[in-house]
């Protein structure tokens, strides 16, 4: 009995720590690019970043991600949700940065809103939390050409 309530213990150790290490763990999400690809149809390059070797977590790897973005126009207004599938990335600080990307019907898109993620954990979808993702917004360089 007492071997029982120690493995016991120790199995719940584990999975706690597990469990922290997923709520510990993060991603920055950030849309990249925009461009009209032909008939009617855009196309929305995005980029995840687990932070690489500044992770501390044994665990800050993602398995491949479902994430579902809810599109809205410049007024706020829906436009439809979408999903957003990434493959695994950041098990190492060489792949802590991955690139993903949708092909759908334009329209007048100015907000992707992060309203739900799903993993692949070792065979099963475990939904998680949105706090583990931070939206990027930055303003991207501008190009010129010498002499114009």
């Known amino acids: 009995m007492k071997k029982i309530n120690i493995l016991f213990v120790l199995s719940m150790l584990v999975l706690g720590s597990f469990t922290y290490a997923n709520e510990q763990r993060y991603a920055s999400i950030t849309h990249t690019s925009s461009n009209f690809i032909n008939r009617g149809y855009c196309g ?3 980029t995840l970043d687990n932070g690489g070797n500044q992770m501390v977590l044994d665990h ?3 398995g491949a991600l ?3 973005l809810r599109m ?3 007024q706020g207004k829906v436009l439809g949700d979408t999903i957003l599938e990434v493959e695994p990335f950041g098990d190492s600080s060489a792949t802590r940065v991955t690139f ?3 092909e759908i019907p ?3 898109v100015a907000v992707f809103e992060v309203v739900k993620a799903v993993e692949n954990q070792n065979g099963h979808k475990v939904e998680l939390s949105l706090s583990t ?3 990027n917004n930055l303003e991207l ?3 010129s050409i010498s002499g114009k």
């Open 106 to 108: 334009c329209e007048d």
């Open 133 to 135: 993702f931070q939206a």
């Open 44 to 46: 929305y390059s995005f």
């Open 100 to 102: 993903a990307g949708l």
């Open 72 to 74: 809205k126009d410049g």
């Open 141 to 143: 360089a501008k190009m």
């Open 66 to 68: 479902e994430i579902t």
């Open 60 to 62: 800050a790897e993602f």
